[in-house]
């Protein structure tokens, strides 16, 4: 990976760093975390998988073709904007779902740890916006 994000390619073939039957401890992993940004797929369900995102800033403007995507906060706060709709904020314990190719880039306000549902192996499209148009 040459950026501090992931290439479409890279994010969508993630593999699961647990397997079934496998207690996992969030708040011990996300502990592990230093890096400004990661974004690990923590275990797969079914066709879908549990990713846990650490990061501090914001990511680029990106949807999933073929995928809803729900974030659930579980430290810090988290702001998704939402092409020409504005823009939700959540805080610990708080969960939305972005609909399969709605346009998005998520903010984080200090360092926020969030859990992600998707289909396994989604399909990210990047977008360039004008931070006039974000708004």
Known sequence: MNSRFPSAEEYSAQ????G????VDVCAHQRTVNEPYRNDV???VNN???RMSVFEGEYRWHFHPDSDEL???VEGK????????????LTQWQYVVVPAGTVHRTRAIGRTVNLTYEKQGAGT???DRNVDQAQ
């Open 42 to 44: 923590l275990s797969n």
């Open 71 to 73: 974030f659930l906060v």
């Open 125 to 127: 499209v990047f977008v």
């Open 78 to 89: 988290l702001q998704i904007d939402i092409a020409d709709s504005g823009t939700v904020e």
């Open 15 to 18: 593999e699961a760093l647990y």
């Open 20 to 23: 079934s039957l496998t207690v």
């Open 48 to 50: 879908d998988c549990m």
